[in-house]
């Protein structure tokens, strides 16, 4: 978040990813009719529950946290005939503060059958954080069935997500110190007009005392000391490097996520339309099965919601 590049990555890709629209609804019972009544009510509801920006609130926190929760529940503010409501909550509410010594069924916020399916959730009311938080750390116990629980699991036997964008956390600090070490460079070099220098012999030039300093006019002729010189100061380290080095930095930042250069750094000027074309390749491959593992852990539990609701 204090990388303005990483932060850039973030929210471009939770952007590419859920689009400007959002899940939209295709239904194919044989009667059209009613298939266009199924989409266009979903719809509506989607239209007034934001799930659009639900949707890409969750997947925003998945690379920057790990893992998206959301709660399904009862809303009569909802102007539709279906009250569900989706509730994004923070991954910090899915906890047990006082999960039980030798659990084999359980781990921190989740509840297993004995087949490791999921079946509940530990959601606390407020933030951990949270002033709230004082009034009760005693978490709900919610069915599997209304939660959304939307991470990418990278090894056998994990139940909870781990951030993204995890092995590049320590580019943004090495970016910042670089870009400190360019400005101070200038700085250095701005602050100094020049500096006096002499290769006269001792003795033949005028006494001039060491790291002295005088103001200088601004245009305006002047006389040095007899023997002496001036040189102005040039900022050449690191400027020469930096632009290079932020390349690789931005690169690397996008990696975990396959988003090409161009797209992390909103920059196409050193790519041809082909290239452009062709490092997109991989991104896309990536974020197909990302709305995939959507479809399976945030979608279709949400439509199964609805559709119960909406049939009555």
């Known amino acids: 978040a204090n990388n303005g590049y990483a932060d850039g990555i973030a929210k471009t890709h939770a952007t590419f990813l859920v689009g400007d629209v959002g899940p939209t609804l295709r239904v194919k019972t044989g009667d059209s009719k009613l298939?266009?009544?199924?989409?266009?009510?979903?719809?509506?509801?989607?239209?007034?529950?934001?799930?659009?920006?639900?949707?890409?609130?969750?997947?925003?926190?998945?690379?920057?946290?790990?893992?998206?929760?959301?709660?399904?529940?009862?809303?009569?503010?909802?102007?539709?005939?279906?009250?569900?409501?989706?509730?994004?909550?923070?991954?910090?509410?899915?906890?047990?503060?006082?999960?039980?010594?030798?659990?084999?069924?359980?781990?921190?916020?989740?509840?297993?059958?004995?087949y490791g399916n999921v079946v509940a959730y530990d959601i606390l009311k407020y933030h951990p954080g949270s002033q709230w938080s004082r009034l009760s750390m005693t978490p709900d116990y919610v069915p599997a069935q209304y939660v959304c629980h939307w991470f990418q699991q990278l090894r056998p036997m994990q139940h909870r997500g781990i951030p993204e964008c995890k092995?590049?956390?320590?580019?943004?600090?090495?970016?910042?110190?670089?870009?400190?070490?360019?400005?101070?460079?200038?700085?250095?070099?701005?602050?100094?007009?020049?500096?006096?220098?002499?290769?006269?012999?001792?003795?033949?030039?005028?006494?001039?005392?060491?790291?002295?300093?005088?103001?200088?006019?601004?245009?305006t002729f002047m006389a040095l000391p007899m023997g002496w010189d001036i040189a102005q100061m040039a900022a050449q380290h690191p400027n020469a490097t930096y632009d290079e080095f932020l390349r690789s930095q931005i690169k690397e930042q996008a990696r975990p996520k396959s988003m090409p250069y161009n797209m992390a750094a909103c920059d196409s000027s050193q790519s041809s339309y082909a290239s452009g074309r062709l490092d997109f390749?991989?991104?896309?491959?990536?974020?197909?099965?990302?709305?995939?593992?959507?479809?399976?852990?945030?979608?279709?539990?949400?439509?199964?919601?609805?559709?119960?609701?909406?049939?009555?």
């Open 35 to 114: 298939d266009k009544r199924i989409e266009l009510e979903f719809g509506r509801w989607s239209k007034a529950v934001k799930l659009r920006a639900k949707m890409w609130t969750m997947a925003h926190a998945k690379l920057q946290d790990g893992e998206a929760f959301a709660v399904m529940s009862w809303n009569p503010a909802i102007r539709h005939a279906v009250k569900l409501d989706v509730h994004p909550i923070e991954c910090d509410q899915v906890t047990s503060p006082q999960l039980p010594y030798l659990s084999p069924r359980r781990i921190d916020g989740i509840y297993f059958d004995e």
């Open 167 to 219: 092995s590049t956390l320590q580019v943004g600090a090495s970016s910042r110190r670089m870009r400190e070490a360019t400005v101070s460079a200038v700085e250095t070099a701005a602050s100094l007009s020049g500096v006096m220098k002499t290769d006269a012999p001792a003795g033949q030039s005028d006494p001039v005392s060491p790291m002295s300093e005088f103001p200088l006019e601004r245009r």
């Open 281 to 312: 390749q991989p991104y896309f491959a990536g974020v197909d099965l990302e709305r995939a593992d959507c479809e399976d852990s945030c979608c279709d539990p949400i439509f199964t919601q609805w559709w119960r609701e909406a049939a009555i």
